[in-house]
Each structure stands twice: as structure tokens, then as C-alpha cells.
């Protein structure tokens, strides 16, 4: 059963009809995304932490708070955990490229101590900056961007290395934070082959995107193409992770993603017929957490278009609550 339903949303789209919106949905999760062009990535994430330390930012947590609505920060974090300024005093911090070269560019080098330990002291706090509701915290890779080509990090996959570095960030977590649970991000790279060699920390919980991503990704050849494939790598990745605290991150209302990114932004198609079908799929996986990306869903598009169809979403995942509750 869908025990958490939830929608991620930029900071940007944040606005008052969110919260009630959420309600009459039946929606309990709100996640906030840092989306933006790259290198403004990590100035978002000190947006996010000015808006939530004001009285803005506190009235809308005590809304959420008031309507059982969790509040999380699902962010591409690690250019605010390992600032790139670094990069001129310590390049070895940083990732090798497939050139030999150090580049302050995407991620960093999981086998290096000092940055990592760099990155478990920034990631504490973060937490504290942004602290989650639900003791769930995102602090993802760069997006889509690989890692280090060094020769202690060759043997390593993408997933592998990811994983490393969310080890290492949870195990910071949980000094501060006994509960807390901490997201692997399963998607494009490392959607296709699970860690093997490095094994999940208890506290981390998988996240696999949805296909919606993938489909539209036509430029990789080895993207997820159709739901067999995709079911496929969502069953290697359950035998790592387990069923049990996964969660996944769809595409159903993605308005940034229909529009490619670009606003002005188009009505929203939600296809209610396949999203039916994907939850079916996912809650008999045992897959009690469900989350779509609702980007660009902003004040402007309720003034323009109306209420998007999230009580279509929140309904379909109540639904199929009933459902496996039979
Ligand atoms: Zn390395």
C-alpha cells in the first residue's frame, strides 16, 4: 500500500495553494528540488535555507506541519557539500577525468579522505540547515554526471561510488540524527546496475526513478526504453535495497519535463490510464512510497491553467491503497 504519496516541487513553484491542494489530494509528502542550470545548483540550496529560516518559510512549515503533510528537501547536493573553490588548493579532492586529468567539474573522488571528510562535516550541516519532517534526507549526486576515473576509484562502478559517498554522508547523518534515513538515487548511470562490490548502509533507502525520464531520453542508447526494461532494473536494484523503505520518483506530473525545461510552460497532460498502471506495478513490488516530480507547477501555472490534476494523482494512489488493503 502507498503509505507515502508525495509530490517534489521546486522552491520556485512553492506557493499558498499548495498546502490545501495537497490536503484535498490526499497527498502527504512534499518534497523541495533545487532545480536549476547547474552551476547555480549550490547558490539554490543557500536560497532554500534563506526561505525556510524566514517567517515565510516558517508559516509554510507550520501549514504543512498542521495538514500531517511531511516536508523534504530532495536536492543535487554535492557542489554545496564539496565546494568547487577548493578545486585550486586541493585538485586531488576532486574527480579524474577519462583524460587523467583533476576537474572541479561533477562530483569528486570518493577514495580521497580529506574531501570526504569535507563532505560528512558539510552534510551535517545541511541537515541542520534543512532539517526534513520525516527524518528523510536527499543529498544526490550531481545530475547524470559521472565519477572518478582515479586509479583507486577505477574498480569502483557509478553505483558503486555513489554509494560510497551516501555511506559516508549517513553515517554523519546519524550522529546528529539517530533516525535518519538517507536516499540512493537510482537513475540514468546507475539505474541499470545496482552496487555489487559496496554494500547500503541501514538507513539508506533506494530511490529509482521512473521511466517517464528515461523515454524521453533518446540521446543514450542504454536508457530505459520500455517498462520490461525498466522492470527489469527496478528488480536488481529491490534484491540490493529491499522493498521496504523504496521509494519512487515519477515523472507523472512533470511539468518541466513536458516542456523541456523551458517556460513559458505547457498544460500538463497527466496520463492517468498509465500512471494507474505503474502504481498498480509498484505497490505489488511492495512499494509503499510514491512520489512524482510536479516542477514548474508554479503560481503562475494555477493562475493560467487552473489547479493541476493532482487530486487525479492522489486519488489513483488512495485507490490503490483500497486495493491491497482487500
Ligand atoms: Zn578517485
Redesign the pocket.
Known amino acids: 500500500m502507498t503509505d507515502r504519496r508525495g509530490i517534489v516541487i521546486d522552491l520556485d513553484d512553492l506557493h499558498d495553494g499548495w498546502p490545501d491542494l495537497m490536503s484535498k489530494a490526499n497527498l502527504n509528502v512534499l518534497g523541495i528540488h533545487n532545480w536549476n542550470p547547474e552551476h547555480l545548483i549550490s547558490a539554490k540550496i543557500d536560497t532554500l535555507i534563506r526561505y525556510f529560516q524566514s517567517a515565510e518559510g516558517a508559516k509554510t512549515v507550520d501549514r504543512l506541519d498542521k495538514l500531517n503533510i511531511g516536508l523534504e528537501f530532495e536536492l543535487h547536493a554535492m557542489s554545496w557539500l564539496l565546494p568547487r573553490e577548493h578545486y585550486n588548493a586541493f585538485p586531488n579532492w576532486f574527480?579524474?577525468d577519462e583524460d587523467g586529468e583533476r576537474t572541479a567539474k561533477d562530483n569528486f573522488?570518493?577514495?580521497?579522505a580529506e574531501a570526504l571528510e569535507v563532505v560528512r562535516t558539510n552534510a551535517v550541516t545541511l541537515a541542520r540547515r534543512l532539517k526534513p519532517s520525516t527524518n528523510r534526507y536527499y543529498m544526490w549526486q550531481d545530475d547524470n554526471k559521472p565519477?572518478?576515473?582515479?586509479?583507486?576509484?577505477?574498480s569502483y562502478s557509478m553505483s558503486e561510488?555513489n554509494l560510497l559517498v551516501m555511506n559516508a554522508i549517513l553515517e554523519a547523518l546519524q550522529t546528529v540524527d539517530r533516525e535518519a534515513e538517507l536516499s540512493y538515487l537510482a537513475y540514468m548511470a546507475t539505474l541499470e546496475s545496482p552496487p555489487e562490490k559496496v554494500k547500503p548502509r541501514d538507513g539508506i533507502f533506494l530511490e529509482i526513478t521512473g521511466p517517464g525520464i528515461h523515454q524521453m531520453d533518446q540521446a543514450n542508447p542504454q536508457g530505459i526504453h520500455n517498462d520490461g526494461k525498466f522492470q527489469l532494473a527496478l528488480a536488481r536494484n529491490l534484491q540490493v535495497f529491499g522493498a521496504a523503505r523504496t521509494q519512487v520518483l515519477e515523472y507523472w506530473l512533470d511539468a518541466s519535463l513536458q516542456s523541456r525545461w523551458k517556460k513559458p510552460v505547457k498544460k500538463l497532460f497527466f496520463d492517468e490510464k498509465t500512471a494507474s498502471k505503474d502504481i498498480e506495478y509498484y505497490n505489488s513490488q511492495g512499494i509503499g512510497s510514491i512520489t512524482s516530480f510536479g516542477v514548474f507547477l508554479d503560481e503562475r501555472y494555477f493562475r493560467e491553467y487552473g489547479e493541476p490534476p493532482v487530486e487525479a494523482y492522489g486519488r489513483l494512489l488512495t485507490e490503490a491503497d483500497r486495493a491491497s488493503d482487500v
Open positions: 574527480r579524474m573522488c570518493p577514495s580521497n565519477w572518478c576515473n582515479c586509479e583507486e576509484c577505477r561510488q
